[in-house]
């Protein structure tokens, strides 16, 4: 698994994932996925899982499935946090197109009312 890994990733290095001497996980394997899964409920020290869940182990833990959860919320909170971002630099936008009318404005002499102005690439009507 660590080779195809470190075949289409390339900040993965395969070599890394060893047993040191003692029995002992490396670095990197003890903070892979298949690693947690595969330690879960067998070694106390190991945090427990957040994303997933075990859904069906056999009677001698030959085989376990675990199933993904939380997934619809976190997709949500986070497309949530995208429109966030977007309304924010939407904002942003509008206040620098504002204030950029507002220099305009300025440099042409020109008040609140539009009247004419000697640069027409900054000739501007007024709108909200």
Do not use: N, Q
């Not at 990197?28 to 595969?38: A, C, I, K, T």
């Amino acid at each position: 698994m660590a080779r195809i890994a470190g075949s289409v990733y390339t900040d993965i290095d395969p070599k890394a994932f060893h047993f040191e001497a003692g029995g002992a996980p490396s670095a990197m394997m003890r903070e892979s996925l298949l690693w947690r899964l595969h330690h879960h409920r067998y070694d106390p020290r190991e945090p427990p899982l957040r994303l997933f869940e075990e859904a069906y182990t056999t009677t001698h833990r030959m085989v376990r499935i675990f199933k993904a959860r939380l997934v619809r919320l976190r997709l949500r909170l986070g497309l949530r946090l995208r429109l966030r971002a977007r309304l924010r630099l939407r904002l942003r936008l509008r206040l620098r197109l504002r204030l950029s009318v507002f220099k305009a404005r300025r440099a042409c002499g020109v008040g609140p009312l539009p009247s004419p102005c000697p640069y027409p690439a900054l000739t501007l009507t007024t709108g909200t």
